[in-house]
């Protein structure tokens, strides 16, 4: 799963299972808040299955389903959460923290120079 998600196309297969060995899951049932925007966050969280809605001051931003992530800004900068989402249907996740993420990082450069060029393009 997460060799599809964007941020982690560029890693090999022993660089992916690094990560997956950090990701916890995590489930959410329909109607429930995942992230409130302006609150305080950690995680980051890929979506294996289930819907979600984005809003940001309110207003619909979009929808987030199985392969999308949400959280990697909280995750890299600690910064609160910049939209609300709310689970559309269950919702199973697996999400990663900051302090399972840096070490991460940290023992493997290529892993970082991966992610850091991932983060480049995206904000690009």
């Known amino acids: 799963m997460l060799k599809n998600v964007p941020l982690f196309a560029d890693l090999d297969g022993r660089e ?3 990560i997956a060995g950090s990701m916890r899951e995590r489930r959410f049932s ?3 808040t995942v992230t409130q925007e302006g609150a305080g966050g950690a995680g980051f969280f890929v979506v294996e299955t289930g819907q979600a809605e984005v809003t940001v001051g309110g207003a619909a931003r979009g929808t987030i389903g199985p392969g999308d992530y949400f ?3 909280a995750l890299l900068t600690g910064s609160d959460r910049t939209a609300t989402i709310t689970a559309s249907s269950d919702m ?6 900051p302090w399972d993420f840096k070490p991460l990082v940290e023992s493997n ?7 850091l060029t991932a983060m480049a393009e995206k904000l690009r």
């Open 16 to 18: 992916l299972e690094q």
């Open 30 to 32: 329909a109607g429930d």
């Open 71 to 73: 959280g990697e800004i």
């Open 92 to 97: 199973l996740c697996y999400g990663m923290t």
């Open 109 to 115: 450069s290529a892993i970082a120079w991966k992610l």
